[in-house]
């Protein structure tokens, strides 16, 4: 049996109506102190991030920037190609700084925040930047000298301009996860939440401006390197919004039913590429190949028709405005791929195509202008920004069909010669 004392303690406490409130206060206090400490150590991060990356950024500005404008070994159109906003990005850093020091963070990023358009104009440029330095490097003797010799010196570590060009990318994505890790444990309440709120906004956009500008860069590399392993000068790929999406080799079913032949096919965000591999013969065209087909994906249709289970392999057949095309692989997987990549590029053409034909009829004009069709000239000046039109008109860029005996111009394309070869592959 329990002592009268200690049976007459419990009772009190099972009633007492102070202590859950008491338990419940102690919660709530303990995950603020976890929150404020988890917020100094996201602080004093920033703190600490911030005086090296000005220090790098001084460098840059004091012994190549400031040299550079001084002694003249660059023009001014050259250096601002390879630096571009750099010094103002220094400035305003700088001045970040100065309120981080001195635990001012939501006003130093508030203030920050309203400069990020410096940040813009260098991201957008540091592809650029990086091409003009490389050609500065070869063909600019003392340019080259110099850099090496700055470069040299103690306080650069032994790092590259190459790689300290990149601290500005580097450090808006740094910010990115250091300043959400900054808000994420600031009470909604604290005085700053708001302004750390805005600046991880603001940043975040400033990220994924870099995320698209990587992109786009990314397709610009592919798409020079199919133009590259296409022969002659008559499939050309490039075009506004275009897109690269994958390639591989797939068998092409006759209609007539005779062997299938093996095809290398290119996907574009709006058409598809048909090519075959150049003659064996030619020792220098071993890796090239031949348009033969580009297919148009506006108006266009997939589907499988056979190969729904993971059998050996299977059948696309592609219905085209003025062809169909039926596609074999023996590999299951590989087909698959194919089938939804050419899914998905023909829904997003035709989304946009949607989205286009309904604003135009809001302001009550046709969607496509008549087409002079005895001036053939008419039809290139009529290009259009639309995503709609230009799904159809930017397939005219790889100039697949066959050159007509005229008089050509001193910027025709092609030689006779040139033209009546194989190398030309036809618009369906």
């Not at 790092?159 to 601290?167: N, R, T, Y």
């Not at 199919?226 to 080799?249: C, D, H, N, S």
């Not at 969607?367 to 709609?388: F, I, W, Y």
Request: charged share 25%; aromatic share 8%.
């Amino acid at each position: 049996m329990f002592p009268c004392s200690l049976l007459l303690t419990t009772v009190i406490m099972s009633f007492s109506p102070h202590l859950p409130s008491l338990s419940v206060s102690s919660s709530i206090q303990e995950q603020r102190d976890r929150w404020e400490r988890k917020r100094s150590r996201a602080a004093k991060e920033l703190v600490q991030t911030e005086q090296h990356y000005c220090q790098q950024l001084e460098l840059v500005t004091t012994f190549f920037v400031e040299i550079l404008k001084a002694k003249g070994t660059l023009k001014e159109d050259v250096r601002e190609g390879i630096f571009s906003s750099i010094k103002s990005i220094l400035s305003i850093n700088q001045s970040l700084l100065v309120h981080l020091e001195n635990g001012y963070i939501g006003k130093g990023l508030e203030k920050f925040s309203s400069h990020l358009h410096h940040y813009n104009t260098y991201v957008d440029n540091i592809y650029n930047a990086n091409k003009v330095l490389v050609i500065q490097l070869k063909k600019n003797k003392a340019f080259r000298r110099f850099k090496k010799l700055q470069e040299a010196r103690p306080q650069f570590n032994s790092q590259k301009l190459e790689d300290m060009l990149q601290m500005p990318v580097q450090r808006i994505r740094q910010y990115k996860h250091l300043l959400q890790d900054l808000a994420a444990n600031t009470s909604p309440d604290h005085p700053e939440f708001e302004q750390l709120s805005r600046a991880v906004a603001a940043v975040c956009e400033v990220s994924q401006r870099i995320q698209g500008n990587a992109q786009r860069h990314e397709n610009h590399l592919q798409l020079c390197r199919v133009q590259k392993l296409l022969q002659g000068r008559k499939t050309r790929v490039f075009a506004p919004g275009r897109w690269f999406i994958r390639e591989g080799w797939l068998n092409v079913v006759p209609p007539k039913g005779s062997e299938a032949k093996p095809k290398m096919f290119f996907l574009f965000s709006d058409l598809l590429l048909e090519a075959r591999r150049c003659s064996p013969l030619s020792l220098s065209n071993d890796e090239k190949f031949v348009g033969q087909h580009a297919y148009p994906l506006q108006d266009s249709a997939v589907e499988k028709v056979f190969g729904h289970t993971r059998s050996q392999g299977g059948l696309l057949s592609l219905t085209f405005p003025k062809a169909k095309l039926l596609l074999m692989s023996s590999n299951h997987d590989d087909l698959n791929d194919w089938y939804q990549s050419l899914s998905s590029a023909i829904r997003k053409l035709q989304s946009k195509h949607t989205v286009v034909l309904q604003r135009d009829e809001r302001c009550g004009q046709p969607l496509h202008p008549a087409v002079d069709h005895t001036n053939p000239g008419r039809k290139r000046d009529q290009a259009s920004v639309e995503p709609s039109e230009h799904a159809q008109k930017s397939v005219g860029e790889l100039e697949c069909s066959a050159p007509k005996r005229t008089k050509q111009s001193v910027d025709a394309e092609p030689s006779s010669a040139e033209a009546s070869s194989s190398s030309s592959c036809v618009i369906l």
